[in-house]
């Protein structure tokens, strides 16, 4: 276990309704290939924050690192929605891009 994960779950134990520590423990399982402890974290975060972009893009890809494309959509919808409210380009163009590989593997 890398000392990053050491410290958000530790941080967790003491305040599990952090859900700023939740996604930072979640982004640092996606970043080490831990893709379903990132989901199940992002899951959390996104039941509670439904309007937290970032957290609807992770959890897309995420969801698309474990072969689960169909389910990646609906989270990557939200992330076009969300980030074309708030007025974020980078992130409505990633999950566009994600969003469309996904209708497309779905169609083969």
Known sequence: MSERI?????????????????????????????YEEAILHLRICFEKRNDWMMVTLLLGKALIAVEQKEAA???????????????????????????????ESGSD
């Open 73 to 103: 959509c609906l989270p990557l919808q939200q992330t076009i929605t969300l980030a074309k409210n708030q007025g974020h380009e980078d992130p409505e163009h990633e999950a566009r891009t994600l969003l469309a590989e996904c209708v």
């Open 6 to 34: 050491r410290l958000y779950l530790e941080k967790l134990a003491e305040n599990p309704d952090n859900l700023l520590n939740r996604f930072s423990l979640a982004q640092v399982y996606y970043e080490t290939g831990e």
